[in-house]
């Protein structure tokens, strides 16, 4: 009960007019009840899973299914992970997909690269003129047509960048370590510059932007749901292995209702990312956001009440009664024929005083019905 109350002090996010009603409550509780010892002694599942400061956030994402559209992968990964670490701290950040989805790109893309491509040809032609040069963002060169800016880049960058890498590959230890540091500064602008101005050889690069982003992304085969199923065994198994108290699923699918349901009876706090608004995920998890609330960042705002709201229910587990065999056996059992019995096995120095006290009688006879036995 003292780590409860000072659970709540501790915590300033919590409505203090409520906290300080919880604690009220609590002391009320210790006074004229039970033993809130032994309450601690044995704490039930869900208090054990969201006790402490550990929140660990989990994030899996089905690709197949949601797949970032409005704004670039990379943006779209990392908003998600933002609006995540406001649930708690996030340490898995799990991607999902099939060949298809890495290769396949968004329409707009698709549109984006064949006007840059007649552009190209209008440039090389001298149809067209850019009002600003091309300017090459590693060395700083400018290019009056942006063909002759991917000429360069790959002509002297990329050979550059190549032999870099293939340098750090063939060093071993300190040499490597010595290699990194040099390299890296210049291994980064390559790469930012690269974005922009290389083209993936297939899809618009979901996978690298992904990783980049910080993701485990994993390619499953082309089969249909073996991304589905390749996810819901991740999870199962990260539940339990109890490796998070928070499970965000990014997924319009209701082929994850089970497992999310599972999730709930351990006790898991459940977030879903979908735009299905009447979808069967989001009515059994604890909070739900469309892609468009991540993406704007309102999602980050609400998880705030959210988590409060999280907090009060733990308060209010804590707080409410459960049945526990033993407890009751050993509080209410010793007044029936096994009375010796359980003192000589020690059990009489395990009740607390306020129940001792009332031993003569069970706690639901009334004091008239004790009166009415004695005097028969
Ligand atoms: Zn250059």
Redesign the pocket.
């Given at each position: 009960m003292v780590n409860l109350v000072r659970f709540c002090v501790s915590d300033r996010r919590v409505n203090s007019s409520t906290t300080r009603t919880l604690i009220a409550v609590a002391r009320v509780i210790k006074h004229y009840h039970f033993s809130t010892n032994q309450n601690l002694k044995s704490p039930d599942q869900c208090a054990a899973v969201h006790g402490a400061a550990r929140n660990i956030v989990a994030v899996f994402w089905d690709l197949d299914n949601k797949p970032p559209r409005s704004v670039s992968p990379f943006d779209a990964a990392v908003r998600l992970k933002k609006a995540a670490e406001s649930f708690g701290v996030v340490r898995y950040k799990i991607a999902y997909a099939n060949q298809h989805s890495f290769d396949y790109v968004p329409p707009e893309i698709r549109v984006h690269r064949r006007d840059r491509k007649t552009l190209n040809q209008l440039e090389n032609k001298g149809v067209v003129k850019p009002l600003d040069p091309y300017i090459?963002r590693?060395?700083?060169?400018k290019f009056y047509t942006n063909e002759k800016l991917i000429n360069?880049?790959k002509q002297?960058?990329e050979r550059e960048h190549k032999k870099r890498v293939s340098q750090i590959e063939s060093a071993r230890g300190s040499q490597r370590v010595k290699l990194v540091g040099k390299y890296s500064m210049n291994m980064e602008k390559y790469n930012n510059a690269a974005r922009d101005i290389l083209t993936p050889k297939v899809g618009y690069g979901l996978g690298d932007d992904l990783k980049r982003a910080g993701y485990w992304v994993s390619v499953v085969s082309n089969k249909p749901q073996a991304a589905d199923v390749a996810l819901r065994n991740h999870m199962v198994d990260m539940m339990d292995r109890r490796q998070m108290e928070c499970l965000i699923l990014v997924s319009d699918d209701s082929d994850f209702v089970e497992v999310l349901k599972e999730a709930r009876l351990r006790c898991l706090k459940t977030v879903v990312v979908g735009d299905n608004n009447d979808g069967a995920l989001k009515r059994v998890s604890d909070a739900a956001f469309s892609w468009q609330e991540i993406i704007t960042g309102k999602a980050k705002k609400e998880a705030v009440s959210v988590v409060g709201r999280w907090k009060d229910r733990f308060i209010l587990k804590r707080l409410e009664w459960t049945y526990n065999y033993e407890r009751e056996r050993k509080l209410y059992g010793s007044c029936s024929e096994d009375d010796d019995q359980n003192d000589d096995l020690g059990v009489s120095n395990l009740i607390s005083d306020e129940v001792k006290t009332d031993q003569s009688r069970a706690w639901w006879k009334l004091e008239s019905d004790s009166d009415v036995a004695a005097s028969s």
């Open positions: 090459c590693v060395c700083g060169r360069h880049f002297i960058h």
